[in-house]
Nanobody, 126 residues
Framework: VQLVESGGGLVQTGGSLRLSCTVS????????IGWFRQVPGKEREGISC????????YYADSVKGRFTISRDNVKNTAYLQMNNLKPEDQAVYYC????????????????????WGQGTQVTVSS
């Protein structure tokens, strides 16, 4: 399984970015894609996940109402639309995917996943 992220960059407070995660290698579409973020010295934080087959999604409270997760089944790509970005959103963002991950609070636990992307930096200037 391979995951390739793109879309990070520098944005001002209040701005928007869209991250992409292209997934390959799964033999079925019944898997969950998660988005995590990490700042130096802190644990990796799960912020959102989506079931690739049925589109059910979950958001952590820290991003609910500002971030939207989606997927394009034709392009094998998941997206994280991030609006109203704040300085505290600055982090390296990772996408991850695995089977047997239930959409809900448990999908925000990094040990639920074995496959990870390389990460993309999001910088929010104040």
């Amino acid at each position: 399984v391979q995951l390739v992220e793109s879309g990070g960059g520098l944005v001002q407070t209040g701005g928007s970015l869209r991250l992409s995660c292209t997934v390959s290698g799964f033999t079925s579409d019944d898997y969950t894609i998660g988005w995590f973020r990490q700042v130096p010295g802190k644990e990796r934080e799960g912020i959102s996940c989506i079931n690739y087959r049925d589109g059910r999604s979950y958001y952590a409270d820290s991003v609910k109402g500002r971030f939207t997760i989606s997927r394009d089944n034709v392009k094998n790509t998941a997206y994280l639309q991030m609006n109203n970005l704040k300085p505290e959103d600055q982090a390296v963002y990772y996408c991850t995917a695995d089977r047997l991950v239930v959409v809900g609070p448990s999908c925000s636990r990094p040990y639920a996943y074995d496959n990870w992307g390389q990460g993309t930096q999001v910088t929010v200037s104040s």
